[in-house]
């Protein structure tokens, strides 16, 4: 990257630079460019479609419609540059470099998911451009916040939300509002896996008993069976650490079955706004991985602005904070003022930011202080857990019976 | 390939691993991804190309190189890895094919992307059962750099491999199966012996090159690794450089890889269609591949 500088390069650089208007002159660039490779097609397409690319469609647009982002004295607008990296690792790995090298972006968004944000995470660190990972979730968060300290993990664990669950229902158990029987089912997958790694020491720890733990692969259609042999010994708790396609199912079959145990939770994809379309006023009491404090003014304000948006509504997991995480990144470049990546980083590590999710600030690059256990409440997907965090609600126990279709 | 050939060959692939010394971004990954599908190509078209079996089982063999590298590739010195990785390889192909060449035809074909598939959930079964995590980390410390240099090494090896057996008396066998099955066996030769052998040959290549790049991309999970995808693509190349002679898969993957790029660069939205008109217009418009192409051009200007 160095042999770059050719001399008529530099000619028109020049030639550029003395052509710019005033603003310029005090050194702001004419845009921000703003770069991003994310799965248009292939099988995370469907993921990226609900939780990413809406929020970083809204915040160009309302960046710019305030027109741009404040380096300094001016408002520069953002300028974007985006590819389809085919949910394929490799293509991940190349447009990132093409971003990086050849479009020479001033900061990249990142891809949707653990599996690609791993794969663009040495390329940013290498080239220095903050990486604000918020749709990847894994137990391994906390080394690779180290490893890497230009990335910012904010979307917890598996474990953690997994260990939360039973943090909620631990206290209802020692009121004796619930028996201790757990019945497990989980996708066998890295999410369900490390999901239910997380509750099973936990359960055990507050003394409750599976009844049954079964995982099954990823996309099995037909949950009856597996369900069937889950409700058999009348558990009071139901947990399926599943993905949306198996989320959706499973709370289809439970349904038709009429099986309603006190506790039921589902994983990724309760709280999406599909889950609601579909099941409406069944949802209530359903519990799920994410949640949001819809009391808040922030957040009812950023679902109404989402909507206006993309047409449709967040989902009440990762969308909320994807959007918080670009707020971070506009903070941290505003403050900072001009296009110099390792102040934003630096900005990143100790700022605290005010966001659609409240105040944040990150503890060792990772996102601590989010919601790990939720419930849909009158059509409202409520955090229950960290239980002492603003907003949470206490949980609806149990869970109403299905209502008749 | 005559010797001069080869000695070009060789030449001009050290020229090329000058790369990374001029450019360790873009061009470099562009490079990699290139010299990636060189050696899958032309280790696919060396088995494919004389025994005319259709093998879909590239993904198979590539998956099981890179999951040994996220298997031992922080336990092992690196060298020890690739070995493992190609051993490995070659006793899966050793299993598979003394299983499957007596099949031929379409049978084949779909046994051989089964293979992928198979390969894939036994992993999976193995990872959700045994080890209770899925997904691994590949921290290796393997630069971009070393990543080409290791692809070009193989190409290498593979070129010269491929100029070995086109001498060799397994070579010759080789051809006269694909002209002919039951004449080959009637002339005396192993059939059997000989399309395992080159199978196996062809398959430890493909191991090797999961292994050189899982580093690249941190995380591996059996998804990403056993991507039927990459049965195509090498397929799709090979056929359009045309297998009958060693570099001719080489004139479908620079054209090809190149063009994936272009589309992704230019219509990220269109991609998948585009792609799909390029394969019928390969199949359509140059059954023989470019090489088989140039061949006709050469007699045309010599008549």
């Keep these: 990257m160095n042999s770059t500088i050719t001399r008529r390069g530099a000619l028109g650089a020049a030639a550029a630079a003395l052509a710019a208007p005033a603003v310029r002159a005090q050194g702001a660039p004419s845009a921000v460019r703003i770069g991003y490779a994310i799965s248009k097609t292939g099988p995370n397409a469907g993921g990226a479609a609900i939780t990413t690319i809406p929020n970083y469609e809204m915040w160009v647009k309302e960046v710019n419609a305030a027109g741009g982002l404040r380096l300094g004295q001016a408002r520069v607008p953002i300028q974007v540059t985006e590819y389809d990296d085919r949910s394929v690792s490799e293509d991940t790995v190349r447009a990132a470099e093409r971003l990086v090298n050849q479009d020479r972006v001033d900061f990249v968004l990142p891809p949707w998911g653990t599996a690609l944000n791993l794969a663009v995470a040495p390329i940013l660190n290498r080239a220095g451009y903050p990486h604000l990972a918020s749709t990847a979730v894994t137990d391994r968060a906390p080394e690779l916040g180290r490893r890497w300290t230009n990335s910012f993990w904010m979307l917890g664990t598996g474990s953690g939300a997994g260990a939360g669950l039973v943090e909620v229902l631990a206290p209802l158990k020692q009121q004796g509002r619930i028996g201790d029987t757990v019945a497990l089912v989980s996708v066998a997958d890295g999410f369900g896996i490390e999901l239910a790694n997380g509750m099973r020491p936990a359960f055990q720890r507050a003394g409750f008993r599976l009844t049954y733990d079964r995982s099954y692969p990823v996309g099995t259609q037909d949950m009856a069976p597996i369900l069937a042999e889950a409700a058999r010994g009348n558990p009071e708790v139901f947990v399926a650490c599943s993905y949306p396609p198996d989320t959706l199912a499973i709370t289809e079959q439970a349904r038709v079955s009429g099986f309603n145990p006190k506790v039921f939770y589902t994983g990724v994809g309760t709280a999406f706004p599909l889950y609601k379309q579909r099941f409406g006023a069944a949802t209530e009491g359903v519990m799920g991985v994410g949640g949001v404090d819809a009391s808040s003014q922030r957040f009812q304000d950023y679902l109404r602005r989402h909507v206006a948006s993309a047409g449709r509504e967040p989902d009440r997991w990762a969308s909320a904070i994807t959007f918080a995480s670009l707020e971070m990144l506009q903070q941290a470049i505003e403050r900072v003022g001009r296009i110099d990546r390792a102040a934003v980083i630096r900005e990143l590590q100790t700022g605290s930011f005010d966001t659609v999710i409240g105040p944040v600030k990150l503890q060792n690059n990772l996102l601590t202080d989010l919601w790990q256990v939720g419930q849909w409440q009158g059509g409202e997907f409520y955090g229950l857990m960290p239980l002492n965090k603003q907003g949470a609600k206490p949980a609806i126990l149990p869970k109403p019976a299905w209502p008749a279709a | ?303």
């Design chain 2, 1 to 303: 390939m005559s010797n001069a050939a080869l000695g070009l060959s060789l030449l001009a692939l050290a020229a090329l691993a000058a790369l990374p010394f001029l450019d360790t971004g873009f061009w470099l990954a562009l490079a990699i991804n290139v010299a990636q599908y060189a050696v899958l190509a032309t280790a696919w078209a060396m088995f494919s190309g004389p025994t005319r079996y259709v093998s879909l089982a590239t993904a198979a063999f590539f998956g099981i190189g890179a999951y040994t590298v996220a298997v031992l590739g922080e336990a092992l010195p690196w060298p020890l890895v690739l070995l493992v990785a190609g051993v490995i390889g070659a006793v899966m192909s050793l299993l598979v094919g003394f299983a499957t060449l007596r099949l031929s035809g379409v049978y084949f074909v779909v046994f051989t992307f089964g293979l992928a598939e198979l390969v894939r959930q036994l992993v999976t079964w193995f990872e959700v059962n045994v080890t209770r995590s899925m997904g691994r980390y590949v921290f290796v410390e393997i630069s971009q750099a070393q990543i080409l240099w290791q692809l070009l090494a193989l190409f290498g090896a593979l070129l010269a491999l491929g100029t070995w057996l086109a001498r060799s008396r397994l070579g010759f066998a080789l051809r006269v199966i694909g002209e002919d099955e039951t004449v080959a066996r009637h002339v005396g030769i192993d059939t059997a012996r000989a399309k395992v052998a080159l199978f196996a040959l062809s398959s430890v290549f493909m191991a090797l090159v999961g292994a050189v790049m899982a580093p690249r991309w941190t995380y591996l999970d059996p998804a990403i690794a056993f991507n039927p995808s990459i049965s195509f693509t090498v397929l799709i190349m090979a056929l359009l450089g045309g297998t009958r002679s060693l570099l001719g898969p080489l004139l479908g993957v620079v054209p090809l890889a190149m063009l994936f790029e272009v589309l992704t660069a230019r219509f990220p939205n269109h991609f998948s269609i585009l792609v799909g008109v390029v394969f019928l217009l390969v199949v359509y418009a140059l059954p023989q591949g470019v090489s088989g192409l140039l061949a006709r051009l050469r007699r045309g200007a010599v008549a």
